[in-house]
């Protein structure tokens, strides 16, 4: 996984509340076992007309939009427990996901594939649509060593919570064996001594 510690970077409003995994990425697109082309079919039946043409009103083909954060509504990635919600989601470019609140196993998910779900307050992810909103081309800033994201033409910023143990793995780019080999030698130290 890459590394992650900061981005400044522009970002993407879905204000849709409740947003399923079937929605993110439907049940049709889950024949591959890897990780990669999944981004192609991100909200594929929000994005494309039934004869793949792009829905013109959709926010991702909207081309005053862009950047590595999706803001989304609150109850983002319930329903199905389906790892390639995140992998959709990482695949198409983002880095972050923001939201007021996340289904649990999508934001384990997330997190488990090198994809922030940063978890903010009602008023502050109003702010961040708001935002948006206004200028398309503002930067959002979110910092993971410190925990805070922040709008950076206003300067409105808020602290976020994570497992220091994500963090961990997200600020290093590792995934769970990548963590287990970087012990390694206080492993070996460890049998050794009994």
């Not at 990780?35 to 909207?62: A, C, H, I, M």
């Not at 329903?79 to 919600?85: F, I, L, Q, T, Y």
Request: aromatic fraction near 12%.
């Amino acid at each position: 996984m890459e590394k992650f510690t900061t981005i400044q970077t522009t970002a993407v409003p879905l204000n849709i509340e409740d947003v399923d995994t079937d929605q993110i990425i439907p049940a049709r697109f889950l024949k591959a076992t890897t990780r990669e082309g999944f981004g192609d079919n991100l909200f594929r039946d929000w994005r494309y007309n039934s004869d793949n043409t792009p829905k013109q009103d959709f926010v991702l083909n909207n081309p005053i939009y862009s950047g590595d954060i999706l803001v989304v509504g609150k109850n983002f990635g319930c329903g199905s427990s389906r790892e390639h919600a995140a992998w959709a989601i990482y695949d198409y470019g983002f880095k972050v996901v923001v939201s007021s609140f996340f289904a649990d196993i999508f934001r384990n998910n997330a997190l488990n594939n090198g994809l922030l779900p940063v978890v903010v307050s009602p008023d502050f992810l109003s702010s961040l649509f708001a935002a948006i909103r206004e200028n398309p081309a503002a930067a959002i800033k979110v910092d993971l060593e410190n925990q805070e994201i922040t709008i950076v033409a206003t300067g409105q910023k808020e602290k976020f919570d994570i497992n220091s143990y994500k963090k961990t793995c997200l600020v290093n780019g590792y995934d769970d064996i990548d963590y287990l080999l970087s012990l390694k030698d206080q492993v070996e130290a460890f049998e050794q001594s009994r």
